[in-house]
């Protein structure tokens, strides 16, 4: 076998054109790439006439962009201590507009914080620091924050007496918050679909509700404040207080911004879009370095001196998916930083992406033109035919992709073809996270695949390895 | 005229012809039948129905770069260039009998999308109406361009795999990276010279106004392709020793 791969290298090295089609492989990905980008200037601005390029988003702890905008009733709490309070139901509001107490660093935008609430249609939830959300019951009434040091403690009850704890959460907050009251409601949006694309129609929303029974322990400063979080609005927010019971109009939410088609936020794998082009310039040389021993006739000595066939496309498989890894590796290390670089100099934000998730989507590029340069070699030993291999290849890789995200597919079908054909293994270069607690489009367009990352590269793998077993039973039975 | 029924020699005794054909049939209308199956309210049924051009589109390139490649591949251009020593005359019969053979696939597979589209689609749709008509007739010019553009790409490149590599990189990248381009003059801009968008806005027969082109000057656009595509391979193949 060792010989044997070898002797593969050595056919494939000793070509030039595939050479150099796999070494071009590489600046394709990267000048494709920096295409995207380089076609973007932005001639819109912002309600002052600043241009809305370069703005970015206000970003919460971890450095995940945000939003943070909500009606914030509030005292100063130093040291320990807790806030209880009786919330009622929030009537026709949006599914996750917001409701309870919250104790948070600052009154300043991304700050850190942690809240007990109860929401439009989702029961009632802890979160914490924009990303984390923790589930409780349906029904909504009496809600606890406590604070003992940097844990906190959430628990719910439905009549005041018995409790149940939602979570305990560690969190970096000085000895000073703020703490109190807070409503918040996300924009309304309706998404419409037709064959020219995605139409979203809305505008911002306000909820309103009344805290009673609101009590407090520790030291706390004496007066409830009034403060719309995140800037004047414009919308009808605001509080009063009526024998200790408090109503309160809030709008905005409280949320990591998702990233959807069209937004200025960029993700690590808006720069790869190259890489489209370098697995084209990849798949037509593991197909040439099959179909030409077929076409030049070499295949006979090779077989003649190696009569195990199975072997040769496995020493073929080897050292094509090899070479296709490395091209793939180095054309994501590549791309990455120097598209990212044209998109804030072009006044995009970046979503920050954990070292690990950038690891994960550069290795599984390389990974990913391994495999498909396999089924390429299967194809091609199975077909025989440089034209029709590439284009079966093509068609089943990149022509999915192109109709669910860059076409006019509506949803479900984009879906189903990212998930069934061998474009699902795209799923490996997903960066970006759904939030179970924002409403948002979560659809291949705006860069969600229905498959996890590895899932969707196992279905990519589950197509070579299909056509790796047929190529070989072929290649026994067929003459050459 | 002998130099083009002997190209029509050769794609009739090559039984792989005969499959390709079958094959822009069977996908053009197999995808179109899925799309309108799945159409929104609001969408274009013309479009929808018509879908399957963009997977039947690589089934008429293979056939087209087929017909210059796989000369290569064997050596038969050798004899070819023998037997008729102006390459033109042979460019011009490759790419005449190419572009007839897609052209009646083309027909016959859009015709099929049509009728499947016609019993699938809530209220059917038919042939008498003009904008549906403009887009049944434009899709079999497009696929007939299409042919036309892969013998000239094939001309120029010579293998097969590489030329239909070229060819489908070429329609199918061009829409992908527009769809990460911001800003809407550049996106409209580059929506105009892909050949694949500009061609297929022939398809649309609704909100015309909000297609980056028009119906025929898309197409036009796709005719220039494959002019420029013919003009290489022209100009390569006189040129370049076999």
Redesign the interface.
């Known amino acids: 076998m060792k010989h044997l791969i070898h002797a593969e290298w050595t056919k494939f090295r000793t070509v030039r054109g595939w050479v150099v089609g796999m070494v071009v492989a590489i600046p394709l990905t990267v000048l494709i790439g920096l295409l995207g980008p380089a076609g973007s200037s932005f001639s819109c601005s912002g309600p002052n006439g600043q241009s809305c390029a370069g703005q970015t988003p206000p970003r919460g702890p971890d450095g995940t962009p945000v939003m943070d905008a909500f009606y914030f009733v509030h005292r100063t709490l130093t040291g320990d201590g807790s806030i209880t309070a009786r919330v009622a139901s929030l009537e026709d509001a949006e599914p996750w507009a917001k409701a309870g107490v919250i104790v948070k660093r600052g009154t300043e935008v991304g700050s850190s914080y942690a809240a007990v609430m109860t929401t439009g249609a989702n029961g009632v939830r802890m979160q914490y620091d924009f990303t984390e959300d923790l589930a409780g019951p349906r029904e909504t009434g009496w809600l606890r924050l406590s604070r003992k040091g940097n844990t906190l403690t959430g628990a719910t009850s439905p009549d005041g007496r018995r409790w149940t704890t939602l979570g305990t959460v560690q969190l970096a907050l000085g000895e000073r918050v703020e703490a109190g009251m807070f409503v918040s409601s996300p924009q309304h949006v309706e998404r419409e679909e037709t064959f020219g694309g995605i139409s979203e129609q809305g505008g911002p929303t306000t909820a309103t509700t009344t805290f009673g029974d609101v009590t407090t322990d520790g030291d706390w400063s004496t007066r409830w404040q009034g403060t719309e979080v995140g800037g004047a609005s414009g919308m009808d927010n605001g509080f009063t207080e009526n024998d200790g019971e408090f109503t309160i109009t809030g709008h905005g939410d409280i949320a990591p911004i998702v990233q959807s088609a069209g937004s200025l936020g960029r993700t690590v794998e808006s720069a790869l879009i190259g890489v489209f082009a370098g697995l084209i310039a990849v798949l037509v040389v593991a197909t040439m370095f099959v179909t030409s021993e077929h076409r030049r006739g070499l295949i006979r000595t090779s077989f003649a001196a190696n009569p195990r066939r199975g072997q040769l496309l496995a020493a073929k498989a080897v050292v094509i998916g090899g070479v296709s890894f490395v091209v793939g590796v180095v054309s994501a290390a590549l791309a990455i930083p120097l598209v990212e670089q044209l998109e804030v100099a072009k006044g995009f934000y970046l979503f920050p992406t954990s070292a690990w998730t950038e690891v994960r989507v550069i290795v599984g590029t390389g990974l990913l033109f391994a495999v498909a340069a396999v089924l390429a070699v299967a194809v091609g030993t199975l077909l025989r035919r440089g034209a029709g291999t590439v284009t079966a290849v093509i068609v089943g890789i990149v022509l999915p992709y192109l109709l669910a995200v860059a076409s006019v597919l509506p949803t479900g079908p984009a879906e189903l073809l990212t998930a069934i054909t061998p474009a699902a293994a795209f799923a490996i270069q997903q960066s970006v996270r759904e939030y179970p607690q924002v409403s948002a489009s979560y659809t291949p367009v705006d860069g969600f695949f229905p498959l996890s990352p590895a899932g969707g590269f196992a279905v990519l793998c589950a197509y070579a390895a299909v056509a790796v077993v047929v190529a070989t039973l072929a290649m026994r039975k067929r003459d050459a | 005229m002998t130099a083009l029924h002997a190209e029509w020699t050769k794609v009739r005794t090559v039984p ?1 012809t005969a499959w390709l054909l079958l094959g822009v049939v069977a996908l053009t209308a197999g995808l179109g039948a ?2 309108a199956n ?7 049924p013309a ?2 129905a018509l ?1 399957g051009v ?2 039947g589109q ?2 008429v ?2 056939l087209a ?2 017909a210059v ?1 796989g000369e290569y ?2 050596g038969m251009i050798h004899t070819t260039f023998t037997a008729v020593p102006r390459r033109l005359t042979v460019l011009a019969a490759k790419g005449s009998v190419t572009a007839a053979l897609s052209m009646t696939a083309g027909a016959a597979a859009v015709l099929t999308s049509v009728a499947v589209g016609d019993a699938l689609l809530p209220g059917g749709f038919s042939l008498a109406d003009g904008p549906v008509l403009r887009a049944a007739a434009g899709s079999v010019l497009y696929l007939t361009l299409i042919a036309l553009l892969s013998v000239g790409v094939a001309a120029v490149v010579r ?7 070229v060819v ?2 070429l329609l ?2 061009t ?9 809407p ?3 409209a801009r ?1 929506q105009k010279l892909s050949p694949m968008t500009a061609g297929l806005a022939v398809q649309a027969t609704i ?1 015309l106004d ?1 297609q980056p082109i028009g119906p025929w000057q898309g197409l036009g656009v796709l005719a220039l392709w494959a002019a420029a595509a013919l003009l290489a391979g022209a100009a390569t193949l006189r040129l370049r020793d076999a």
């Open positions: 792989g899925l799309a799945a159409m929104p309210t609001g969408g274009d479009k929808s879908m963009a997977l690589a089934v390139a293979v770069v087929a490649s591949g064997t293998d097969a795999a590489a030329a239909v590599g489908l990189g199918y990248l829409p992908i990276v527009t769809s990460l381009v911001a800003d003059e550049w996106s580059l909100n909000q």
